[in-house]
Nanobody
Framework: VQLQASGGGLVQPGGSLRLSCTAS????????VGWFRQAPGKEREGISC????????YYVDSVRGRFTLSRDNAKNTVYLQMNNLKPDDTALYYC?????WGQGTQVTVSA
């Protein structure tokens, strides 16, 4: 049972990235999935989640309107589309479900 987070990178302010959270060993669609991030010197914070039932989503204020969650059940993957990125979005991003954590993918927003 594993989660693999990927898709991070270096992007300029205002740019976009799409993070992927792919599950192996279980069907991700059966579970709610959350995305978290941890910036240097700060605690890990939850930023968004998608439900297991109706696909409803939740976002914290700092990312609402810029980030969008979606599922691709055929690929057993949850995506976090991040638009209009800001330097404050720089962090290590993790996905989580049922206590299983992905390894994290680094997002750096810098000119």
């Amino acid at each position: 049972v594993q989660l693999q987070a990927s898709g991070g990178g270096l992007v300029q302010p205002g740019g976009s990235l799409r993070l992927s959270c792919t599950a192996s060993g279980f069907i991700l669609d059966y579970y709610a999935v959350g995305w978290f991030r941890q910036a240097p010197g700060k605690e890990r914070e939850g930023i968004s989640c998608i439900s297991e039932s109706d696909g409803s989503t939740y976002y914290v204020d700092s990312v609402r309107g810029r980030f969008t969650l979606s599922r691709d059940n055929a690929k057993n993957t949850v995506y976090l589309q991040m638009n209009n990125l800001k330097p404050d979005d720089t962090a290590l991003y993790y996905c989580n479900t049922q206590g299983v954590w992905g390894q994290g993918t680094q997002v750096t927003v810098s000119a």
